[in-house]
Structures are given as structure tokens and as C-alpha cells.
């Protein structure tokens, strides 16, 4: 079946520096969204992209979507400890309303 | 605001019992969603709904069962609970469009022992 895979699983980093996460798709996807989960707390919808080659900044995040529209990554610039967090990457699944999320990145951040 | 209410934060029950776990959304979206979150497995669809008494099976339906008695509530069943359902449960809602974001609940911490 479909499968979203995510790279890194973990990354732990200095305040300050710069993370980027990658998502991967089985299949071509018409849209991909990514959601940020706090500890404890639910996921949160950040973004949502839906054009071969699109690039969406979020103030310090920038989200790209892969010309196949397979794989797209989440870049965050100049690291903060209100990153800390894990975030995933969606896609809608061969069911109609149906989204597939990937395994997530867990970003730790040290102040 | 959306707001989607899991009726439990945190839950304690026994194998072999049923347990129910319930959903609510105050938005009138057609589409809900059940999902558990295990460490390194990211969140899988167990269950999703798109109308009421409409349901479809996710990737990892066994074990669970669903309810969609009206729109605004979704409910997850386990049947039987055993220790490998220990886990978070995620109950979502998004409106009828397939690109539309999810808003999610708190979850629901479910041990089994």
C-alpha cells in the first residue's frame, strides 16, 4: 500500500541552527500538507502545497514540494526552543478524503 | 474555532474489555478520522467516516470498530482490548474536500493491562 516515509526520525540540534526534515511518497501525490506536533500536545496543521516545484515560507520555515510531486521538505532556519516538536508531513491517500501521514521528525532543540 | 473534544484524556482498561472512546466536533464537517500514534510508527488511520453511518476502513482496522450515529460524533470501539492497543488515539475532522486540512483533538492515552 501507500507508504510517507520521513528522514530523520530524530534530530537534535543547537539553538540556532538550521533542521531540515524529508518526506517521501510511494506514490505521486496531488497536494501535501505538514502538521507540527508539540510535546504533549495534537497535531497542528502548518501549510499546504499543491504545485509540482512549489516553495512556502512561514517566517523562519520554508516548505517545498518535489517536481514529481513525491517528496517535499521542511527547513527550518536559525533554530529556536519553540521549535522543539515533531513534525509530519500528509497526503491524501488512494481513498477519496482519506490522508496518509508520514512517521514524523522529532526536532529537539538545546538551548 | 474548530474544536474537536475526545471525551478522555487519559484511560485504564483491562484486556478483554470494550471500550469506547468518544468524538465530538462543533463544525459541522463532513469528513472524521481515527488514528493512533505509536513511538517511530508516526500516526496510522484506523478508521474514517465521511458521511453519517458512512464508514471505511484504514490501514489498521483490526481489533476497532466504528460508530457515526450522527455527524457530529465519531466513536472508536475496541471489541476486545488488549495490550497491543495500548497506545494514543487521535480523532480528527476536516470539512468535505479531499485537500482539506485536519483539525485534531487532544487524544486519548488508552492503556490496556
Known amino acids: 500500500g501507500q507508504q510517507v516515509m520521513q528522514i530523520p526520525q530524530y534530530q537534535h540540534v543547537q539553538e540556532g541552527e538550521d533542521f531540515t526534515t524529508y518526506c517521501n511518497s510511494s506514490t505521486t501525490l496531488s497536494n501535501i500538507q505538514w502538521y507540527k506536533q508539540r510535546p504533549g500536545g495534537h497535531p497542528v496543521f502548518l501549510i499546504q502545497l499543491v504545485k509540482s516545484g512549489e516553495v512556502k515560507k512561514q517566517k523562519r520555515l520554508t516548505f517545498q514540494f518535489g517536481e514529481a510531486k513525491k517528496n517535499s521538505s521542511l527547513h527550518i532556519t536559525a533554530t529556536q526552543t519553540t521549535d522543539v516538536g515533531t513534525y509530519f508531513c500528509a497526503g491524501p491517500g488512494d481513498a477519496t478524503n482519506k490522508l496518509i501521514f508520514g512517521t514524523g521528525t522529532l526536532l529537539a532543540v538545546q538551548p | 474555532d474548530v474544536k474537536v473534544t475526545q471525551s478522555s484524556r487519559y484511560l485504564v482498561k483491562r484486556t478483554g474489555e470494550k471500550v469506547f472512546l468518544e468524538c465530538v466536533q462543533d463544525m459541522d464537517h463532513e469528513n472524521m478520522f481515527w488514528y493512533r500514534q505509536d513511538p517511530g510508527l508516526g500516526l496510522r488511520l484506523i478508521y474514517f467516516s465521511y458521511d453519517v453511518k458512512m464508514k471505511e476502513k484504514g490501514d489498521i482496522p483490526e481489533g476497532y470498530s466504528v460508530s457515526r450515529e450522527k455527524k457530529e460524533r465519531f466513536s472508536l470501539i475496541l471489541e476486545s482490548a488488549s495490550t497491543n492497543q495500548t497506545s494514543m488515539y487521535l480523532c480528527?475532522?476536516?470539512?468535505?474536500?479531499?485537500?482539506?486540512?485536519?483539525?485534531f483533538g487532544n487524544g486519548t492515552r488508552l492503556t490496556v493491562t
Open positions: 480528527a475532522s476536516s470539512p468535505a474536500s479531499s485537500v482539506s486540512p485536519l483539525h
